[in-house]
Nanobody, 128 residues
């Protein structure tokens, strides 16, 4: 079973920054598209960002220009750098691994059903 463990969440004032990390146990981590999703209380889980095997990145409009996704294949780790945080960014953030290595189809990479392994989540709370 592939294990994904998120860390780096916490409480931060609006306008501040956090860096989330997701460590994977998968030996083939470097082959797959990785994504970040988030879920606010009483809301559906939504796509945040994704990064392909080749390092191509994709972002939801709500975070574009503020968040940056990256990966370190040698460390089997994916990161989400979050800047200029807003209260509406408050959510549990989940790391996930797709069955794809590369795709340009946004409807696929932004859909949670295309991801087959999930971490337990890390809480991010932004206060004003």
């Amino acid at each position: 079973q592939v294990q994904l463990v998120e860390s780096g969440g916490g409480l931060v004032q609006a306008g501040g920054s956090l860096r989330l990390s997701c460590a994977a146990s998968d030996r083939t981590f470097s082959r797959y598209l990785m994504g970040w999703f988030r879920q606010a209380p009483e809301q559906e889980r939504e796509f945040v960002a994704a990064i392909s095997r080749a390092g191509l990145t994709y972002y939801a409009d709500s975070v574009k220009g503020r968040f940056t996704i990256s990966r370190d294949n040698a460390k089997s780790t994916v990161y989400l750098q979050m800047n200029s945080l807003k209260p509406e960014d408050t959510a549990v953030y989940y790391c996930a691994r797709s069955a794809y290595s590369e795709t340009s189809n946004y409807s696929f990479l932004a859909s949670e059903k295309e991801y087959i392994y999930w971490g337990q989540g890390t809480q991010v709370t932004v206060y004003s």
